[in-house]
Each structure stands twice: as C-alpha cells, then as structure tokens.
C-alpha cells in the first residue's frame, strides 16, 4: 500500500511538470490545432512520444543528474572493494622524552604547521641532566687549566736537566784530570775523592730530574686522556640533550645573554618544548592538561591529511593477471544515491602496487594504490571501489553506469538529454553490451560525451511506462489518460 502511495506522488509531481504535454482545453486535437473559429487543422507534425520535457522545476524536484557517455576498457577492469587509509609516514606519535608534567598548547583536531608549539615538560630529570653536562664542561675546564701548568714544569725540569749535564761534564773532566795527575804520582788523593763525590752526587741529581720530568709528562699525558674522556662525555650528553629537546646541537652549545654571563643555550632551558614536524591536525590526546607523562608516554598524535593510499582486497584468483603498475582508479562507493555529494566526476587515479602477503582464510591479496591527486571526499575509513586496467592496449567502448539503466518489464531503457535542448530527454531502447557489474557497454544510439540520466531515471520510467509509449497524456490534476486529448 506505501509503494503504491509513492508511485502515485511521484506520477502527481511528473503530471504537473509535464504540462506541456498535457492537454488544457485550448490545445491541439487529433494532432491538429485550434484556430480562432474554432476550426482544426492537421499541418502540425505529430509529437514523438518518447520525447520528455524536464525543465529545471521537474529536474529539481526529482533530483535529476547526468552522465557523460565515456570510453572505457569494460572487459579488461577488475573491481575490487577497499578502504582508505594513511600511508605508514602519515601519522607521527610525539612522546615524553622524559618523565615530567605536560603543558598541552593544541587542542585536538587543531592544525598545525611546522615548528608549532604542541606542548611543555617541566621535568626534574632534565635538571638532574643539565648538572651531568655542567660536570663534564667543568672536569674539561679542571684538566685544561691543569696541562696548562705542565708546560713551565716540564721547562723549568729541562733547564735543571741541562745545568746537571753540565756539571757533570765539568766533574767528569775535573776527575780526569786528577786521575792522570794520581798517575803521575803527583795531586792530592782527597781531592781525588772530593771530585769523584760530586761527580756521583751530580748524576743522582741527574736522575731524579729526569725521573720527575718523565713523571710530568705521564701525568700531562693522563690529563689529555681525562680531557678527551670528557670532551666525548660532553658530546654524547650533548646529543642527548639535543634528542631530549629537539633542538640542534650546535644550536645548544650557542651562548646566550651578555658576554660576560653568557650561558650555553641548553643551560637556559626551563622547560623542555615539543615541537611538532611537519604540518598536519591533532588527531590524538593522550593525556590531559598538567597531568604527570612517565617516559615514552604518547602524548600528541599528528597526521598528515593529504598523505593517504587506498588499500583494496583482490581475489587470488585474478593474480594471473595482477601486476604492480597498472593503472588504476578510485570511484565512488555508491552510483545511485540521490543528492550525494560525491560524484561519478571526482574519482582518483593512481598506479597499482601488490601487497607482499596474501589472505589464506578469505583467499585474497592487498592492493595499495596512492592516488596521483587526493579528491575532497577521501578521509581515513571511507570505502570505495578500485578500477584497474588489465590490458591498457585493449580498445575502449563506449559506456555508461549500469545504474542509469531502467528496465520496462525485460526490456532496459535510458534516457539521453537531447542535443541542443536541455530541458527535453528522450527515451530509448539501450542497446547494451558486457558489463563489470557497475559500468556497461552500450553497442549504439549514442555517442561519446551524451550525456544520460542518472540519478531521476528510475522516477521518469514509473512515470513513462506503459504510458506515453501508448500515447497517453498527463492532466494538470496528475490524472493520465490515453491518446491525444
């Protein structure tokens, strides 16, 4: 009974539409037409009764829209269902690189640019870091400042060292000489023993210099290592730190303030600020404002929009003729809907990429295409269909959406806009050809870029079938009658 209710609305709202094929008391009769005296004549050419008139009132009441006729490969196009998705290096998950309290700055959904400012961690771990890093700059300072007083000892040694080798050579020619004079039976034995005396004591002397001068150079030596030792300290604290607060390293050693006070950036730091990467929108909170963050807590999601890929399911069965690079295109879910907002116009296209893996259980294959420009009815979840092109050197047919075929009993029809009149269709018999399930071929009666009625086609067959095919004519009342008048 609600069926039949809603095909007679929709016949009342064609009937008052399509009141210039109505009769209205004053119009032409027996295919003729009246004249002042009421005479008929028969010089107006009948009217083809599949012509329909569909002004812009009848085509916004039904919600009437059009197709182009366009070439494309029917039976070398593979279907499959799929979802989109962000790509892997879409979504970037920022973390408390320490434990602290987070200051939120953004809120969720907030865009975002690079370099903004997405929230703060008073952390008292960062403190205790930048004491680890005053420590080593101030143990290279210490073992600096002590090389520095190597140098005049080691001088102050090698002068002493040379004075000794010269008193020695002096004793050692003065025993010499006394030895020979001993010889000779002359010189005195206690001047002997008194030259040979110093000539001992200056050599210990001697010794302990160079012994102490050897013990100056090792422990010059060991200040260099501790010096290296904590120069790499300092650097690999320094590459900590700069991992810690996302700022470059050189960038933190860069002093600040006076030159007097200057201090090392990282000295400076309160607060550790995340900054985010790359422009995109907070898609996620993980905790709220002021709340405690352990280490490696996710604290704020952001993803890039326009960085998505279509993922769909193929059958492993069509693997014969699945192949990374082939071409591809992502249409609309659903051809028929009424007033959608997306059309059969905004699909996407892409190359074809096959998955690694298959699906044992439901016996299919990932499909990923990353479409060349995003349309603005892709988002994340959204369902679609992928259109790929076996064999691009196959010819293309002339088609058109199944959806646009209606069928009066077993026989389909179309309706295709007249050339030249916008405001008239004509309805005829489709010849038709194969199909994939969303487009068909049409074999003749058009031609490439007609345009057909999609979305009304299925109002204007209730309302033509059976009807203006036997020559019928609707009233203004929405009332149809057979024949002429």
């Known amino acids: 009974m609600k ?29 003729g037409h009246a004249e002042d005296e009421g005479e008929f004549t028969d010089d107006q050419p009948p009217q083809n009764p599949n012509l329909i008139d569909i002004p812009s009132a009848v085509r916004s009441n039904l919600g009437i829209s059009f197709v182009e006729v366009e ?20 979504r970037r998950e920022y973390r408390t ?5 987070v200051e939120l700055i953004v809120d969720q959904l907030a865009r975002v640019q690079a370099s903004a400012l997405l929230y703060r961690i008073d952390s008292p771990s960062w403190r205790d870091f930048q004491q680890k890093l005053t420590e080593a700059e101030s143990q290279i300072d210490r073992l600096s400042t002590q090389t520095q007083t190597y140098g005049p000892l080691l001088e102050a040694h090698q002068a002493h060292e040379e004075s000794l080798h010269a008193t020695i050579a002096v004793w050692t020619e003065r025993v010499t000489g006394l030895e020979r004079l001993s010889e000779a039976g002359g010189g005195r034995v206690d001047e002997l023993t008194q030259a040979r005396a110093s000539l001992s004591s200056t050599r210990a002397g001697l010794a302990e210099v160079q012994e ?24 690999y604290l320094l590459d900590a730190a700069a991992a810690i607060t996302g700022i470059d390293r050189n960038d933190l050693i860069t002093p600040v303030g006076e030159q007097e006070t200057a201090e090392p950036r990282w000295a400076t730091i309160d607060k550790i600020e995340v900054r985010s990467d790359v422009p995109g929108v907070v898609s996620h909170l993980g905790l709220t404002n002021g709340a405690w963050a352990d280490e490696k807590t996710p604290v704020v999601t952001v993803v890039q929009p326009d960085r998505l890929r279509f993922r769909a399911s193929g059958l492993q069965s069509d693997l014969g003729v699945l192949r990374d690079r082939l071409s591809a295109r992502i249409v609309p879910p659903t051809p028929t809907a009424t007033g959608r907002s997306i059309q059969l116009g905004e699909s996407m296209t892409g190359t074809l990429v096959l998955g690694l893996e298959g699906d044992p259980n439901d016996r299919t294959v990932d499909l990923y295409v990353v479409p060349d420009t995003l349309k603005s009815w892709a988002r994340p979840g959204v369902s679609a269909q992928l259109e790929i092109i076996t064999d691009a050197s196959a010819e293309a047919e002339r088609a058109i959406p199944l959806a646009a075929v209606q069928r009066d009993g077993l026989t389909p029809y179309i309706f295709r806009r007249t050339p030249g009149n916008p405001d008239q269709v004509v309805r005829m018999e489709a010849d038709l050809g194969k199909n994939d399930g969303r487009w068909v071929e049409l074999l003749s009666g058009v031609a490439d870029g007609d345009q057909i009625v999609l979305d009304g086609a299925f109002q204007l067959m209730l309302s033509t079938s059976g009807a203006i095919q036997k020559g019928g004519h609707f009233h203004a009342d929405g009332s149809f009658h057979e024949g002429e008048h």
Request: glycine share 8%; charged share 25%.
């Open 3 to 31: 069926f039949m209710i809603r095909l007679t609305l929709i016949t009342s709202m064609l009937a008052v539409s399509f009141m210039l094929m109505a009769c209205d008391g004053g119009a032409a009769r027996d295919g």
């Open 71 to 90: 070439r494309r490969r029917v039976e070398k196009t593979l279907r499959a269902p799929g979802r989109f998705e962000y790509q892997p290096a879409a």
């Open 97 to 101: 690189p320490v434990p602290g309290r």
């Open 212 to 235: 102490k001068k050897a013990q100056l150079l090792a422990e010059r030596e060991q200040a260099r290592a501790g010096i290296r030792a904590a120069q790499s300290r300092l650097s």
